[in-house]
């Protein structure tokens, strides 16, 4: 059930992405009186779910219906078959009126339409070299509907539309999230105890306790930012309080990578305060009661959970004597541990108070934007480190698999929301990538012609786009690789 929750919330997360996406490159497309030939969520290849077109002023929906062809191989005068230079039989486009009534291309109006394949989507604008390599009405004289007979400054709009719209989508969900749930988090001065740190960060020089002042002489306000931003400016000295006294850590540059990957490398350091006890648990057999604050283990002072989980840890199947403070009084406990090391309780700290902003519907805005333009560029120096020989997040690259799993396996709308922006500005930025198959390697293309006043051939476009998919293919199987490989290990 995990499992299906987190497919769906990707499913619905990506539908919602990839149609503001390519409806960017359809409002402008339309905006400019350009043909739009198909519209289609999710992929049709070998037929759709449901199509539907105006025809003749009314609705023509057909389902679980195939793709009509318009092609015919290509005969000489003599009515023999023409062939290309490997020998292939040549096709070419039916003429519209050529068409018979019952064909659904006859008719120049949108296609649109639901496949089957839900991985995706895409706009189909006519003249317009793209994935689909209909390069039939390539061969054909430009009409003045088509992409290609349009001018330069028109074409940019139509390829930077689906990037611009997924930016306008991100900000509206943030200023969503802010009016709605407000902005919530853990203030790194209320980190009163300090940090638990993991082996690697003990490694590099930090201790349990430390207070956590600067990075690089930059005071930082959320506690859980702290890695990343480590990782992300590649923080050089971290500036950390310690019994007192303020001490700086340098962190080389070799311990970036590992950084990246250790989940638990800076925690906030929480007091054993029980908050709840499970039914017949040791701990509630023992008389624990909630809100008991432990503060030794056999005679062994221990008063944070990082401390207690291990000295219980060590203590497997035994029996231990635990000091609690309960108001004012001091009591003492004997109670079993488990197998696995527990008592059956669940901790909390109230010192460890999250921070909670509210906005108002018009506050939220300007908030949004900040928080939409500050998410671009983050992502942009995080697709930098990828091809950083010393952070290596390129082993980190992930495929629908990895980006499944970052969803929750209970359905929670804010995080649902949070990650959608967030997937939003990453489809938006690699998009914009000059990178020939996508968005930004058309808009390489224009902008080509608009400052040299030339156009790049048709050919040379098509050649160009089989490059970029190529390519594109090639990253989602290393993509794929990794999750594979990251499954077998784990």
């Avoid at 007979?149 to 940019?156: C, G, H, N, V």
């Avoid at 990075?215 to 702290?226: M, V």
């Avoid at 805005?365 to 952070?391: E, R």
Wanted: net charge positive; hydrophobic share 45%; aromatic share 12%.
């Amino acid at each position: 059930m995990d499992i299906l929750i987190k497919i769906l919330q990707l499913i619905l997360s990506l539908s919602i992405l990839v149609l503001v996406h390519e409806f960017g490159h359809f409002f402008f497309a339309r905006l400019f009186k350009m043909r739009v030939d198909k519209f289609y969520m999710f992929f049709n290849a070998y037929g759709s779910i449901v199509k539907f077109k105006k025809i003749n002023g009314k609705w023509n929906v057909r389902w679980f219906s195939g793709n009509n062809k318009s092609t015919r191989k290509k005969l000489d005068e003599n009515g023999a078959e023409v062939l290309d230079k490997k020998g292939r039989p040549e096709t070419e486009l039916i003429p519209l009126a050529e068409l018979p009534d019952d064909n659904w291309n006859k008719y120049p109006q949108t296609e649109w339409g639901l496949g089957w394949l839900p991985l995706g989507g895409y706009c189909k604008i006519n003249g317009m070299v793209d994935e689909s390599m209909d390069k039939e009405q390539m061969k054909l004289p430009a009409q003045p509907h088509e992409f290609r007979a349009k001018p330069a400054w028109q074409r940019l709009f139509v390829m930077i539309g689906g990037v611009l719209f997924n930016v306008i989508l991100a900000i509206v969900i943030y200023w969503g999230i802010l009016f709605t749930w407000g902005d919530n988090y853990l203030a790194n001065r209320d980190v009163k105890n300090g940090v638990y740190c993991s082996p690697l960060a003990k490694e590099i020089g930090f201790r349990d306790g430390d207070k956590i002042l600067r990075l690089d002489g930059d005071t930082i306000e959320k506690f859980n930012n702290i890695q990343i931003k480590i990782i992300r400016n590649r923080v050089k000295n971290v500036e950390v309080e310690r019994n007192g006294e303020k001490i700086i850590i340098p962190v080389a540059d070799t311990f970036l990578s590992k950084i990246l990957k250790d989940k638990e490398f800076l925690s906030a350091r929480m007091r054993f305060i029980i908050s709840n006890l499970q039914e017949e648990s040791p701990a509630q057999n023992a008389g624990l009661q909630k809100n008991d604050r432990i503060i030794a283990i056999n005679s062994q002072n221990a008063e944070y959970f990082d401390e207690i989980a291990d000295i219980l840890s060590q203590n497997k199947s035994k029996t231990v004597e635990i000091k609690a403070l309960r108001n004012n009084d001091t009591l003492v406990f004997s109670t079993n541990v488990s197998e696995f090391g527990k008592i059956g309780v669940g901790v909390s700290d109230s010192i460890l108070k999250s921070t909670h902003i509210y906005y108002g519907f018009f506050e939220a805005l300007p908030a949004g934007i900040s928080k939409g333009f500050s998410g671009i560029k983050d992502y942009i120096t995080d697709l930098g480190l990828i091809f950083s020989p010393t952070v290596k997040a390129g082993d980190s690259v992930g495929s629908f698999i990895s980006i499944g799993n970052i969803f929750p396996a209970l359905w929670d709308w804010e995080r649902f929301w949070q990650l959608t922006a967030l997937l939003s500005i990453m489809l938006a930025v690699i998009n914009i990538l000059p990178i020939p198959a996508l968005d930004g390697g058309h808009t390489v293309f224009v902008l080509y012609e608009m400052i040299f006043r030339r156009k790049p051939s048709d050919k040379f476009l098509e050649s160009a786009q089989m490059v970029g998919m190529i390519l594109l293919l090639g990253l989602m199987l290393f993509a794929l690789s990794n999750d594979i490989i990251k499954f077998i290990i784990k």
